[in-house]
């Protein structure tokens, strides 16, 4: 499937405007979901027959590969991504109001380095709109991986008030989450990365924490995983405050990383702006990776993201420390049963969190 997807699929893609294919991408998942029992033998057949579990922050992944955010902003066709060997997907960035984003064009490929820039600036349709979707008939209720929702600040809300806009989205989406992925990473909404910072940070999730804990005591369910997703252009030291946010509040793990502002040496990026991804960041992603691991003992579970492009440097992400993965823009280049590939590949990568 690679070679046909990079020899004739890819070309026809490639001629499309970026957003465009992604569009069309999206057109035909929605396809597929409509065929039902099509996805389940697809997912029976692209899943090895060795495959173990992987538990993690109290749950069960069939295997440690996900989608990252930003590809299902809307959460429309989650559920089909297991046909393609995903052990999970993570929909969003999510914001408490709808939003349309930055103007068009806002992705671009740079396939001589494998990559793409986006400044996509958080489409979507808004927490209430992607609540009511995911409640409608049976997929999350009997869905067959687990499903991270991830959620950001909305464009019109001002720093000092985004507490109060990610609580809004948390309480629309509570019901709907295996786990919550807290953006403060995304390139594309002024001001945001700000809340990396350590008072705005311990801040803004321990009144996430709060709500979540009130929420469990109310229903008498469990209290729902919390990640921090951080950027990788942050210094170690900034790491480290992240850390120490994280640790001394309990959080369930971190996820390393978003897309990068930096431009790594040799790439060329036709002066567009925005976040890179794919294989030049692969390197900076693992070592970001392998420093918060190290930092951490290896006692906090992470979700490694960023330029996973091959086996090779997926077993270099688990490697350096990651307990799940996740890709993005390498589907775009390698196709869309990559997942399945790199899932086959990480049997090898194991490291099991109870
Ligand atoms: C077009 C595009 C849109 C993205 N949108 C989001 C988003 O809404 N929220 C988020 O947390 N990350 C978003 N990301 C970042 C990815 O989730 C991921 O962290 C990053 O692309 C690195 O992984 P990759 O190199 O495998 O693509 C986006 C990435 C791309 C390429």
Redesign the pocket.
């Known amino acids: 499937m690679g070679v046909l997807y990079e020899n004739v699929v890819r070309p026809v893609l490639f001629r499309s405007e970026a957003e465009r294919a992604?569009e069309r991408a999206i057109g035909w998942l929605k396809l597929l979901l409509k065929t039902g029992p099509l996805v389940d033998l697809m997912a029976a057949y692209n899943t090895p027959a060795k495959s173990r579990p992987v538990k993690c922050f109290g749950l069960t992944f069939p295997n440690p590969v996900g989608l990252?955010?930003?590809?299902d902003?809307n959460a429309e066709i989650w559920p089909a991504m297991r046909a393609l060997g995903f052990g999970f997907v993570?929909v969003?960035?999510v914001t408490r109001h709808e939003q349309p984003g930055n103007p068009r064009p806002r992705?671009f490929r740079l396939p001589e380095s494998e990559a793409?820039i986006?400044r996509?600036g958080?489409n979507n349709e808004g927490a209430e709109a992607v609540a009511k979707r995911l409640s409608r008939g049976n997929a999350f209720k009997h869905r067959k991986f687990p499903l991270g929702v991830?959620i950001?600040k909305s464009k019109v809300t001002p720093l000092d008030q985004a507490a109060e806009d990610y609580l809004g989205s948390y309480h629309e989406l509570a019901d709907f989450a295996d786990y919550f992925?807290i953006?403060v990473?995304?390139p594309n909404t002024p001001e945001l990365r700000e809340l990396q910072e350590k008072s705005r940070l311990t801040d803004l999730l321990s009144q996430l924490l709060h709500a979540d804990a009130e929420r469990a005591r109310k229903l008498g369910v469990p209290r729902i995983p919390f990640l921090v997703?951080i950027a990788p252009d942050l210094s170690y030291r900034q790491v480290d405050d992240v850390l120490e946010t994280v640790l001394s509040l309990g959080m369930a793990g971190i996820?390393a990383?978003?897309?990068m502002v930096a431009r790594p040496e040799g790439i060329d990026d036709r002066g567009e702006k925005g976040?890179l991804?794919?294989k030049p960041?692969?390197g900076r992603?693992a070592d970001m990776v392998k420093y918060i691991s190290l930092a951490t003992n290896g006692k906090l579970p992470i979700i490694g993201?960023?330029?996973?492009h091959d086996a090779r440097s997926a077993g270099r992400m688990l490697d350096s420390g990651a307990s799940l993965v996740?890709?993005?823009?390498?589907m775009v280049y390698r196709g869309p049963f990559f997942a399945r590939d790199v899932a086959r590949a990480a049997l090898w990568h194991r490291a099991e969190w109870v």
Request: charged content about 10%; overall charge positive.
């Open positions: 992604h990252a955010a930003g590809f902003k993570e969003g960035t992705l793409l986006n996509m958080f991830n950001g992925a953006n990473s995304s997703k996820i990383t978003n897309t976040g991804s794919g960041i692969a992603s993201v960023g330029g996973i996740q890709i993005y823009s390498s």
